[in-house]
């Protein structure tokens, strides 16, 4: 009876151990939770989910499918819903990916307005603005002009320095941005450097004035200087009835033979 019991069981392991495993992309797709289509910019949003499907193996055309349309606003489903309604048989993702990029896009003029209204580097680096400029040029190569609305963002002394770059003709646009990145920074490094050792250190106290340049200063203010409560000259109240001057108005009693003489 135990035999058989045994035998039962060794054969309930083999029919497991003899069953295929699940595929390891089902167990990875149900943990899947893409992001919000990226209306403003859907060739990066199919960038970053392409990333998570390798990620997680998912090849299957059915599947990559459903988890788009389930990512997708109701706008972007509105506008989509002829092909949701009938998806094809077959390439169902490529399709529904198609019609996204075309519907989303902009256009080539669209596009080109943007790239002649830039406004320079707004706060930024050169390297993320020739990201910016690259993303508007699509698959094309920009031609000669490319380069040149891209220096004209730059400040002079920068399109000075990269004007025979070889960077130019190779159209090697990122390195080109890198280099105009370090001589900003090369720049911003000199002024500051410059700034703190030219600039004269404040005077703790203030030079003293030449003898006659402060006369006039000096006979000001003895002439505007009056006793609080009485009009009395500052010569009076300084020397009383021994004061050779005296400022009108003054209302100090004259002595001895008069009042002391004006100047």
């Avoid at 209204?117 to 707004?122: T, V």
Wanted: glycine share 6%.
């Amino acid at each position: 009876m135990q035999r058989a019991a045994d035998n039962a069981d060794s054969a309930m392991e083999a029919s497991a151990a003899a069953r295929p495993p699940p595929p390891v992309a089902a167990t990875f797709a149900v943990a899947l939770k893409l992001p919000d289509f990226w209306l403003h910019d859907p060739p990066s949003w199919f960038v970053h989910v392409e990333a998570q499907f390798a990620l997680r193996g998912i090849s299957a055309d059915d599947m990559k499918y459903h988890h788009v349309v389930a990512s997708l606003d109701p706008l972007a489903t509105r506008r989509a819903m002829t092909l949701l309604r009938d998806p094809p048989a077959q390439e169902k993702y490529a399709t529904l990916k198609e019609l996204l990029l075309r519907r989303y896009a902009l256009s080539d003029a669209e596009r080109a307005e943007k790239l002649l209204n830039l406004s320079g580097l707004g706060g930024g680096t050169a390297l993320e603005l020739m990201e910016n400029m690259l993303s508007l040029l699509g698959p094309d190569d920009g031609g000669f002009l490319f380069a040149h609305l891209f220096l004209r963002q730059l400040p002079a002394a920068v399109r000075a320095v990269l004007a025979n770059s070889p960077l130019l003709p190779a159209k090697d646009y990122r390195s080109l941005a890198e280099e105009a990145d370090r001589i900003l920074l090369a720049s911003r490094t000199f002024t500051v450097h410059a700034l703190a050792t030219d600039s004269p250190a404040a005077p703790s106290t203030p030079p003293p004035a030449s003898p006659g340049a402060s006369a006039p200063l000096l006979t000001a203010g003895i002439a505007t200087r009056r006793h609080r409560g009485k009009n009395i000259c500052f010569y009076h109240q300084r020397f009383g009835d021994r004061a050779r001057r005296c400022l009108p108005p003054c209302s100090f009693p004259a002595q001895g033979n008069g009042p002391a003489s004006a100047p």
